[in-house]
């Protein structure tokens, strides 16, 4: 081949010796110096020798070796590059960034994304990423996490907590829900519990206090409670998509437990 029109599999060598694994179409091509028919032609023969995916149309991503079984990067090595490619705020959300504070219990099997707005799922080999539409995104708080490509955004422990109320059954049901919040309560502070709790509607704080009393973490409560009490004026339920023909009241957090919620710690 031509010294000014590369091999497709150096330029990803080339990417990959400097420790970048992403790349889009438009860079291949230039860096081919090709057409941008004859850079999909490329790109396709590297995708059917196991050696780049497509998590989204126009990224791609190379595969090491070592995760060539799952026939993608694993998520959190390309998530951040992902979402700066589609101009998207982001942070790594519910069961998945409890893993990262320690607390996930059973390892979720889908890697959870919050962004603002609605976000179609990716399916690249055996990776799966899911995302929540959440609303007021930017007034999270975040903390940052390293990663083998860079750096990752997630919610804090306080953000992680009250976001698993506000999607239980995207973080596998109230149980579940209980049954992190346990171990995620170590990480939690008090204070910026309730700073958290700003960023969502006020009975998702009402539903966290209770859970978190029904798991003995009340220590972490304290000014959460102080908040709900300044501002709560109904009672909502505690599962919001169950009767509450049987429910009774909870008057500090103004809940009405309408299920039965159990830990499995």
Not at 35 to 57: E, F, I, T
Not at 94 to 109: D, F, M, T, V
Not at 175 to 184: F, S, Y
């Amino acid at each position: 081949m031509d010294k000014n029109h590369p091999r497709a599999s150096d330029v990803i060598d080339g990417f990959a010796s400097v420790g970048r694994y992403h790349f889009t179409t438009a860079q291949m091509r230039s860096a081919l110096g090709v057409s941008d028919a004859a850079a999909g032609l490329a790109l396709n023969r590297l995708k059917k020798k196991g050696l780049v995916a497509s998590p989204s149309r126009g990224f791609h991503v190379i595969i090491p070796p070592e995760y060539r079984r799952i026939g993608c990067l694993p998520p959190e090595q390309f998530i951040s590059q992902l979402m700066k490619h589609r101009n998207r705020k982001y942070y790594v959300a519910l069961l998945s960034a409890a893993e990262y504070h320690g607390a996930a219990h059973h390892r979720p099997q889908i890697f959870q994304v919050a962004v603002a707005g609605n976000h179609r799922p990716i399916f690249c080999g055996m990776v799966r990423i899911f995302f929540i539409s959440r609303a007021r995104i930017s007034e999270v708080p975040l903390m940052s996490r390293n990663t083998r490509c860079g750096t990752i955004m997630l919610s804090s422990p306080e953000a992680t907590a009250i976001d698993l109320v506000g999607y239980a059954r995207k973080s596998a049901g109230w149980d579940n829900v209980a049954t992190v919040l346990c171990e995620l309560a170590e990480e939690i502070d008090p204070d910026l519990l309730c700073e958290a709790a700003r960023t969502a509607p006020l009975t998702w704080a009402q539903r966290l206090g209770y859970l978190l009393e029904l798991v003995d973490a009340e220590d972490k409560a304290g000014p959460l409670k102080s908040y709900v009490r300044c501002r709560a004026r109904d009672f909502t339920p505690l599962v919001p998509y169950a009767s509450v023909d049987n429910a009774w009241r909870d008057d500090d957090w103004r809940v009405l437990v309408n299920a039965e919620v159990e830990s499995e710690v």
